[in-house]
């Protein structure tokens, strides 16, 4: 299993500009999560989605950004102008909803810098 | 959520066992007690979780206590690799509601 993978794994934007970040679950997970992460505010939960339905977007900070997951083995968060309060790494999980606490995987990340 | 409490930071001697602490004393009877950590510039990897009874894996032991408001997580020989932020997070078992939420952690450090 090639785990969760993410792209890109760098993303150099101006500011304004729309950005596309991309995720691949792990076959058969049906939870997926977008988590952005800085220095100053840690790990965030951006949004959720069981089954690809958004389940709690109440993390996601504003407007400008959105999320979609079209299949089961597909998601993207997109920013929508990007602003430089934006830069941070963005990570992506997947995990098995109902399997009593299972375990979550994380991808290893999109570093975004909005310049 | 229910809140966790970690020391901010720890030390140990690389090849000696570590003891990691976790409060959780707001715990609800349907929270499973979740281990991350993430090593520097990778993302976080899942360590352990239990709900009422010790657990043991390759990685570690999670020690829980009889009352379930607190934890531990046990490296059972430290090595260099194992220096990274370790997460104590209580995650709801319950369909639907799997969130979760990071706290700040406790940033280990192994002394050669």
């Known amino acids: 299993d090639a785990g969760v993978i993410q792209s890109p794994r760098h993303e150099v934007t101006e500011m304004g500009q729309e950005v596309t970040l991309r995720c691949k679950p792990i076959s058969g997970h049906n939870s997926l999560f977008w988590y952005r992460q800085t220095m100053m505010r840690g790990l965030e939960l951006l949004i959720y989605?069981?089954?690809?339905?958004?389940?709690?977007d109440s993390g996601m900070p504003e407007d400008r950004f959105s999320a979609k997951m079209p299949n089961a083995s597909f998601s993207t968060l997109k920013i929508q102008p990007s602003e430089p309060r934006d830069s941070a790494v963005y990570f992506c999980a997947s995990s098995l909803a109902g399997t009593q606490g299972g375990g979550y995987t994380f991808g290893s990340g999109t570093r975004l810098t909005v310049v | 959520d229910a809140k966790t409490t970690q020391p901010n930071s720890m030390e140990s001697n690389e090849e000696e066992p570590v003891h990691l602490p976790c409060n959780h004393s707001t715990i609800s009877g349907t929270d499973y007690i979740h281990w991350y950590r993430q090593l520097p510039s990778q993302g976080p990897e899942y360590v352990i979780h239990?709900?009422?009874s010790n657990v043991n894996n390759r990685m570690a032991s999670l020690a829980i206590a009889e009352d379930r408001k607190s934890s531990t997580l046990i490296l059972h020989r430290a090595t260099l690799r194992d220096a990274a932020v370790y997460y104590c997070i209580l995650r709801d078992g319950d369909f639907g509601n799997e969130k979760l939420t990071f706290g700040t952690g406790t940033r280990l450090t192994i002394i050669p």
């Open positions: 239990g709900l009422t």
């Open positions: 989605f069981n089954n690809n339905v958004p389940i709690d």
